[in-house]
C-alpha cells in the first residue's frame, strides 16, 4: 500500500486531510514543510503533519501535487503552538499555520521568494497652488494631500487616501508638479531614538535582572510578571536579560502591543546589539517581513522584536520572551485565529522550556491574579530611575468648572480653564506637553438641531464621525466615507457638530497658543511607520511643542521634556457596554500620566471628568480573571434569521449545559451592543465557567451543531474576549 499523509489545507476547513504520498516524495516528506495538494476543483496550500490513517469506509484519494521547500518552513516548536492555538481558540489548523508564516510563503502561488518590490514616492516640486486645479479635483485632492503631509508620499499610500490618485500623479507629473522617485526594498527598518546604556542599575532593576538570570542559567519554563511604575526602567531589565540569553546561545523574542512602540523600541534593541535585531510588523513591506523572518528562521539572527503575531516567530533556541505592555488590548487577535498572544506566549515559553516575562505598570487582572497565586514570580520596580519622582495628578471636575456661560448654544470648548491655564505655563517654561483623547476626527457626530438625529452609517448602527481636514464623515468601524452633508438627511435642519476628537483637541490649542508647534498622532495623521517614527523624532528633539493623540501617545514612549499630561475626556471608555471598561480606562489613563515628568522637571497631569468618584479600578468577581469566558457572535444580512438562529443556539445551549452547581452559566442570547457592523445584523452569547475545561464538552457538541446551520448566517467563536463590542 502506498505511504499517506496528513495535510492542514490552508483554508477555512476543518482537518486535517489524507492524501497519497506519491514515490518520487517518498522519504522527503518532513513535519511542518508546505505542499500543494488538490482540494476543490484547483490546488491548495498544504502543511504535512505526518503519515496519514486511510479514511473510514474507503474512498478514492489523491496524490500530494508538489513539495515547497526542504526544510520545514515552520520548526517544531512554532508548529506545536499553532496546533495548540487553532485547538482552543476553536479554528482550523490549516488556515492557522498559514497566518503564522509571512507574506510570499502563505501564498503557493508566490513560492519561496516573493518578486523583488520598488517603492514609489510621489514628491511635490517647488511650491504649487491646489487652487489653478479647481477643473480637475481628482489632482486637486492628491496635490492638497501632498502637501499636507509635507510634500512626499509613497504611491501606495495616496492610492489608499485619494481615490483616483494614481491616474492623477501622471497628470501632474506631466504638469511638472511632481515626479516620481524609485528605490529597491530592503531588508531595514526605520529606527526610533536609540540609548546610551546605563552606567548602573537601581537596586530594584539589579534584584530584577538577578532573578531573571537565574531563571535563564537554571533553564525550563520560568514565568515572571514585572510590574514597574512608568518611567522605572523596565525596558533595560528586558535589555541586560536578553544580552544574558544570547551569551547562553539562546535567542530572544520580545512583543510589544503596537506598531507605535515598535521603532523606538527598536532603535534602543540596535543600540545595543547592532543590526542582528530581527523586526516582525504589518508596517514593513512584505519582502523585508520576509527577509527578516528568514534570518531568524535561519539561526542568523536570534534576536525578534515585534507585535503580537511575532508570537509565531522562528527564533531558534529561544531561551527568553518578554511581553512588554502586557496588559493592551492589542495583543488580542479579533478576527480569524481571535487569539491572545499574551496567552500564547506564556504556552510557548512552557513547550519550549523559557523565561517568559510579562511587563507592565498596569497588568491586567489576569496577570495580577496569577501573580498572587504563585503561578508567576512577582517582581516589582517601585520607582523611577534616578528617584525622579512620579507626577503630580489632579483632576478637573466639569460639573464645576463653567466649559462655558449657560444659555448659549454654541459647542462649549473641550478645553477647560484650568487645563489652558496648565498648559499656557509649560509652554511659557519651553516645555513640552501631551493632550490625550482616546477619539479620532474633529467631532462625534453631527447632529440636527432641529430633529436631534445624528448622520447614520449605512452600514453599522452608529453615528459618523466628523473629520474636518478631510471634509467628510466617516465610520471607524466599516470605513464607509461621504462627503459632509449641507442639511439633516433626516429634516433638513441645520447640522452642529458635537463630541470632541483630536483634530478638534489640535485646533483649539492652536487657536489658543498660535505661536507653539501643534502635531497629531493618531490614525490619520500616522498612516505608514515611516511618517509615525518622523513624528515620534521630532516630538522627542523638540521640534514639537504639543502632541495631541489617541491611545497611541499612552504606550511607552520616553520624552524627558514633557512634564504636563492632560487627558481631555477620562469618561469616554467608562461609558462603554463591556465589562472591561473600568480596568482599561484605569490602565490608559495610568500609562498616558506616565509620560510626564521623566526628565529632570518635575511632572503634572490634569484629568478631566464629568465623574471624578467613578472608581475606575473595581473588580467584579463574576467576570474574568474569576471566570473563563467564551462568546457566541452570531452575524448575518438578514436581521430576521439571524435572531432566530441566536435564538436556537441560545435552546440549545441550554440543554448542553452542565449541572448548575458547577458555575456554568449562559447570558444571552441578545443583539450585540453595536446591533448592525458593516451591513451586518449581530447577535451574542455569552458563556462563563470557574475553568476554561468545563466549557470543553459544551463547546465540541456546539461545533458539531453549527455544521448544519443556514449558510447565510455566520457564527464564531471567540474564547477569552478581550472587548464586549
Known amino acids: 500500500m502506498e505511504p499517506l499523509a496528513s495535510v492542514a489545507v490552508g483554508r477555512p476547513v476543518k482537518g ?11 522519504g522527503r516528506l518532513q513535519r511542518g514543510q508546505r505542499v500543494l495538494v488538490p482540494f476543490g476543483r484547483g490546488r491548495a496550500l498544504g502543511f504535512y503533519l505526518g503519515p496519514g490513517r486511510a479514511p473510514e469506509g474507503g474512498g478514492v484519494l489523491k496524490p500530494v501535487s508538489a513539495l515547497l521547500e526542504d526544510t520545514p518552513a515552520l520548526p517544531d516548536d512554532v508548529l506545536a503552538l499553532v496546533e495548540f492555538a487553532a485547538a482552543y481558540y476553536r479554528h482550523p489548523l490549516g488556515e492557522a499555520l498559514r497566518a503564522a508564516l509571512p507574506p510570499g510563503l502563505a501564498d503557493p502561488a508566490e513560492g519561496p521568494e516573493p518578486s523583488p518590490e520598488v517603492v514609489r514616492t510621489v514628491v511635490v516640486l517647488g511650491a504649487p ?27 501606495d499610500e495616496l492610492g489608499r487616501a485619494v481615490p483616483g490618485a494614481r491616474a492623477a500623479v501622471q497628470r501632474l507629473v506631466e504638469r511638472g508638479l511632481v515626479q516620481v522617485e524609485e528605490r529597491a526594498v530592503e531588508p531595514t527598518v526605520a529606527e526610533g531614538l536609540g540609548q546610551v546604556r546605563p552606567e548602573r542599575l537601581t537596586d530594584a532593576q539589579s534584584a530584577a535582572l538577578a532573578e531573571l538570570e537565574r531563571a535563564l542559567d537554571a533553564g525550563g519554563f520560568q514565568p515572571f510578571l514585572l510590574q514597574g511604575v512608568t518611567g522605572s526602567g523596565k525596558t533595560e531589565v528586558y535589555l541586560r536579560a536578553a544580552e544574558h540569553a544570547l551569551a547562553r546561545g539562546g535567542g530572544a523574542l520580545i512583543l510589544v502591543p503596537e506598531i507605535a512602540l515598535t521603532p523606538q523600541l527598536v532603535g534602543r534593541f540596535r543600540s545595543r546589539f547592532g543590526s542582528a535585531v530581527a523586526v516582525l510588523h504589518s508596517g514593513l513591506r512584505d519582502r523585508e517581513r520576509l527577509l527578516h523572518w528568514k534570518g531568524l528562521r535561519a539561526g542568523a539572527v536570534r534576536l525578534a522584536v515585534g507585535v503580537r503575531s511575532a508570537v509565531f516567530a522562528p527564533v531558534r533556541d529561544l531561551g527568553l520572551l518578554v511581553v512588554d505592555e502586557e496588559h493592551d488590548p492589542s495583543f488580542k487577535q479579533d478576527e480569524k485565529l481571535r487569539y491572545q498572544a499574551r496567552d500564547l506566549a506564556v504556552v510557548r515559553a512552557k513547550q519550549t522550556g523559557a523565561t517568559v516575562v510579562l511587563g507592565s505598570a498596569t497588568p491586567s487582572l489576569e496577570t495580577l491574579e496569577n501573580a498572587r497565586r504563585g503561578r508567576y514570580r512577582h517582581l516589582r520596580l517601585p520607582a523611577r530611575v534616578d528617584d525622579r519622582p512620579m507626577p503630580g495628578v489632579e483632576l478637573v471636575d466639569l460639573r464645576r468648572v463653567r466649559l462655558r456661560p449657560t444659555g448659549t448654544p454654541e459647542q462649549p470648548p473641550a478645553l477647560s480653564p484650568p487645563l489652558v491655564e496648565a498648559l499656557g505655563q509649560a509652554l511659557g517654561r519651553g516645555q513640552q506637553a501631551i493632550l490625550f483623547l482616546n477619539r479620532r476626527g474633529h467631532s462625534a457626530a453631527l447632529v440636527c438641531e432641529s430633529c436631534g438625529q445624528g448622520v447614520p452609517c ?8 466628523f473629520h474636518l481636514r478631510a471634509r467628510n464623515l466617516q465610520c471607524h468601524y466599516c470605513g464607509e466615507s461621504r462627503p459632509v452633508p449641507d442639511r439633516c438627511p433626516a429634516c433638513g435642519g441645520p447640522l452642529l457638530p458635537v463630541g470632541a476628537g483630536t483634530e478638534r483637541i489640535e485646533a483649539e ?37 504639543v502632541l495631541v493623540g489617541t491611545q497611541m501617545v499612552a504606550k511607552g514612549h520616553d520624552f524627558p521634556g514633557v512634564t504636563l499630561v492632560c487627558v481631555v475626556s477620562a469618561d469616554t471608555g467608562l461609558l462603554l457596554p463591556d465589562f472591561r471598561a473600568a480596568e482599561r480606562t484605569f490602565q490608559l489613563i495610568t500609562q498616558v500620566s506616565g ?26 468577581p463574576a467576570w474574568p480573571p474569576f471566570s473563563r469566558l467564551v462568546a457566541v457572535r452570531i452575524e448575518g444580512e438578514d436581521p430576521r434569521e439571524t435572531g432566530a438562529v441566536a435564538r436556537k443556539l441560545g435552546d440549545r445551549l441550554a440543554v448542553l449545559l452542565p449541572a ?26 455569552l458563556l462563563k465557567a470557574p475553568r476554561h475545561a468545563l466549557l470543553g464538552p459544551v463547546l465540541d457538541q456546539l461545533e458539531r451543531d453549527l455544521e448544519v446551520l443556514p449558510a447565510a448566517v455566520r457564527v464564531v467563536l471567540d474564547v477569552d474576549p478581550g472587548a464586549m463590542l
Open 660 to 685: 448548575p452547581d458547577t458555575g456554568v452559566r449562559l447570558l444571552g442570547p441578545a443583539p450585540a451592543p453595536l446591533p448592525r457592523l458593516r451591513g451586518k445584523s449581530r447577535w451574542q452569547l
Open 16 to 26: 486535517p486531510f489524507t492524501y497519497l504520498v506519491p514515490p518520487e516524495l517518498e
Open 458 to 465: 449605512s452600514r453599522c448602527d452608529v453615528s459618523l464621525t
Open 129 to 155: 497652488s491646489v487652487d489653478a486645479l479647481k477643473r480637475a479635483p481628482a489632482q486637486s485632492a492628491t496635490l492638497g494631500y501632498l502637501l499636507a503631509v509635507g510634500g512626499r508620499a509613497e504611491l
Open 595 to 620: 509620560r510626564a515628568g521623566r526628565g529632570q522637571e518635575p511632572g503634572r497631569v490634569l484629568v478631566q471628568t464629568w465623574n471624578p468618584e467613578a472608581d475606575a479600578v473595581a473588580r467584579v
Open 509 to 545: 490649542v492652536a487657536d489658543r497658543f498660535p505661536a507653539a508647534r501643534v502635531a497629531r498622532l493618531d490614525r490619520d495623521a500616522a498612516t505608514t511607520v515611516e511618517r509615525l517614527t518622523e513624528l515620534l523624532s521630532r516630538f522627542a528633539r523638540g521640534e514639537i511643542d
